[in-house]
């Protein structure tokens, strides 16, 4: 149970000290703040507490192990189940953030950063994943407390079949564990897949795999020495006979378990190479299921005492069935099955001793629920009204109409945003006859939504419906999108629904501006990187011969603007940049912000380029509010290196990393690439996503 006075950990993963700074003035009250330079400290540290962490606020851009790097070894290792990540940056290129988030991290923060909006992120990431902890918990109880029945039923079956056969009572346990131990095995391999779900319903029909026996009489049975073989075909009958009872059970038919006891009852005693019983099945034509516990029979048989033979030991056993001694198993099988011998033991043993250790941890588990019940109630309706608001707020930012509609009580529940675009309450008694809602849409509109839904089925429960809706006087086209609610009965009975309506044309604008935001840096108002390589390349393909120029430039002194007059003034400088920039390209030309202090220049051009260089270059040297502004400038042209969008672009960055380094132009601030440059470094590359972070005024 967590004290009331517990402090989360909070780990802060940022190369620039002044971002850690602003995160932990505005946490540090009420959190324990940890704080890493780079990728490389921050894995250090999550080594180190593990699990103490309750979140990691990341940045992407940082030296020797960028953000990615760190959620790629977190989802490696596991940690990212454990421990929340929420991603803080200035980049907002959509490939970034499509990529954060199939890596695993939960939310996203920009800079600068909002005190407000960063404390309830972190606080509504972390309260989730406590949410979701206590969950599992619970889950895991429950798991824990059918797993205990499940082993109990188990050992009485157990005790009924063996007793009759005079064997341990342990036989048909072993058989489970070495089941569950060969089916793990295989999963490993790669060539099968079981779920833990289908692990457990295999492992626990094992049990069965003997049934039939039954049946069989009892001299046979336990007969001390060698069949003669007319007691052989009596006793190979206990696997039609074990089939046959489960066949036969009123009960129970189509269930996974009694489906695959019938499997395992009938040809565990098959072999790969059709020389078994009942059916002689070869290779293949046995199940998976039944060939596993046929292995996991065998071994167990020779290692026990039986009335006609003493044990083998583990080591004999394993080479007897490896040589072929006891019939031919699939050589898949026969590999796992060599994998595991030095496991095999220690499962059999931790199985025979956990009953106890089961117990005491069963008895701790009831004390600890038993005194949490009051703060876990509490608790409980605390996370209940936390997603309440949650979904509000999301719904408010959606521009959706959403609704939930229930059968009894007959009502609709609007969301606020829905409310206030209808004008309606946000919860209505008797929709179906509310004159407000019938004059929104005629009554065919509505019994066909509600035919639509009742239509469905709990296994594809969902709908579209367009429909016309007079919304504010006005009538338009909506798209309704919903999900009807089926009781868990037989039959199942039609509860309700929920769902959104979105008007189309306000969605298609929506959309529209969507795109317009993710192909745009929003610091300058110019496109991204990502857009401009998709334009530039689109350009290319469509007009291969023509006569194109890349220019790449960056400014001089930024980084004494940033040191000089804070990171605003370098914000400001680059926005005015970008404003001499759009106003001296022509209309068909592209610019965009790489990164940083970064720019791309993408123009077409007929006689000669340099002339337009010149002036673009001459427009941008200029000052502001007193600071002056100069450019290095690398250029390219598809002439020397061919209409090619990344070849234009290391050439551009190769002539002006010349510059840089003092090789070419002495005095010169913009120079054209040729082949001489052809061996130099590059100081960026088009091809190292995530290398260039459009960080605003930190320069980076």
């Not at 060969?182 to 626990?204: A, P």
Request: aromatic share 8%; hydrophobic share 40%.
């Amino acid at each position: 149970m967590t004290p009331q006075n517990y402090r989360h950990k909070i780990l802060i993963a940022d190369d620039s000290e002044m971002n850690r700074a602003i995160l932990s003035d505005m946490l540090g009250e009420e959190y324990i703040i940890l704080e890493a330079a780079n990728g490389v400290e921050a894995l250090q540290i999550i080594q180190e507490q593990g699990s103490d962490i309750s979140l990691l606020l990341l940045d992407i851009v940082m030296p020797e192990l960028d953000g990615f790097g760190v959620l790629m070894e977190m989802r490696k290792n596991h940690w990212i189940d454990e421990i929340p990540v929420i991603i803080i940056s200035a980049e907002s290129a959509a490939t970034q953030v499509e990529r954060a988030y199939e890596l695993g991290v939960s939310d996203f923060i920009t800079r600068p950063f909002d005190a407000l909006i960063v404390h309830k992120r972190v606080v509504n990431t972390i309260l989730l994943y406590a949410k979701q902890k206590r969950l599992v918990e619970l889950v895991a109880a429950q798991v824990y407390e059918t797993q205990i029945q499940s082993n109990m039923m188990i050992d009485i079956l157990s005790h009924i079949v063996e007793f009759r056969n005079g064997e341990t009572g342990l036989h048909i346990r072993h058989v489970h564990v070495l089941t569950e131990l060969l089916l793990e095995k295989l999963n490993q391999k790669g060539d099968f897949f079981f779920t833990q779900q289908e692990i457990s319903i295999i492992s626990t029909a094992s049990a069965l795999h003997d049934v039939g026996k039954i049946a069989i009489p009892e001299e046979i049975l336990n007969k001390p020495g060698k069949l003669t073989d007319e007691e052989f075909a009596v006793m190979k009958t206990h696997t039609t006979i074990g089939a046959e009872m489960l066949r036969n059970l009123p009960i129970y038919q189509d269930k996974p378990l009694v489906k695959t006891a019938y499997e395992i009852c009938r040809w565990h005693h098959e072999r790969w190479d059709g020389r078994g019983y009942p059916d002689g099945l070869k290779g293949d034509e046995i199940p998976i299921t039944a060939q596993i516990v046929a292995l996991a029979d065998v071994y167990d048989a020779l290692t026990s005492k039986r009335v006609y033979k003493g044990p083998f030991s583990h080591e004999q056993a394993i080479q007897m069935i490896l040589n072929g001694e006891c019939g031919v198993f699939s050589p898949l099988l026969m590999e796992c099955f060599s994998e595991l011998s030095d496991d095999i033991l220690q499962a059999f043993s931790a199985d025979s001793m956990g009953e106890d250790s089961h117990q005491r941890l069963l008895e701790v588990t009831e004390e600890m629920l038993h005194h949490e019940n009051f703060s876990v109630s509490r608790r409980t309706l605390q996370l209940v009204e936390h997603e309440r608001i949650r979904r509000d707020f999301f719904a408010s930012l959606t521009e959706e109409i959403q609704f939930e509609f229930t059968l009894n009580p007959p009502q609709v529940t609007l969301s606020p945003f829905g409310a206030q675009k209808l004008g309606f309450p946000e919860v209505m008694k008797d929709p179906l006859r509310d004159p407000a809602i019938l004059a929104m849409s005629d009554g065919e509109t509505v019994n066909a939504l509600s035919g639509l839904l009742r239509s469905t089925s709990p296994g594809q429960p969902t709908v579209t419906f367009d429909c016309k809706l007079k919304v504010g006087g006005e009538e338009r086209w909506y798209q309704i999108v919903a999900r009807a609610n089926w009781s868990a009965d037989e039959p199942p009975r039609y509860l309700g629904a929920i769902g959104k309506a979105t008007d189309v044309h306000e969605n298609r604008l929506r959309m529209a501006n969507l795109e317009r935001m993710a192909s745009t840096d929003q610091l300058t108002g110019l496109l991204n990187h990502a857009s401009a390589r998709k334009q530039i390349t689109t350009r290319l393909e469509e007009r291969p011969h023509g006569r194109y120029a890349m220019a790449i430039f960056d400014l001089d002194l930024f980084k004494q603007a940033n040191d000089t007059y804070g990171h605003l003034f370098g914000d400001q400088v680059l926005a005015h940049v970008a404003t001499q920039l759009r106003n001296t390209i022509r209309g068909g030309d592209i610019v965009a912000r790489v990164g940083g202090d970064e720019f791309l220049i993408f123009l077409e051009y007929k006689d000669a380029v340099e002339p337009a260089i010149r002036r673009i270059y001459n427009a941008l040297c200029d000052t502001y509010d007193g600071f002056p502004i100069t450019v290095s400038m690398g250029v390219a042209e598809t002439g020397t290196v061919g209409p090619n969008y990344d070849e234009l672009f290391r050439a551009a960055d190769k002539a002006l990393y010349s510059i840089k380094k003092g090789q070419r132009g002495k005095g010169a601030k913009y120079v054209f690439y040729d082949d001489s440059m052809s061996q130099m470094a590059s100081a960026i590359s088009p091809l190292d996503e995530g290398s260039q972070d459009e960080k605003g005024g930190s320069g980076k």
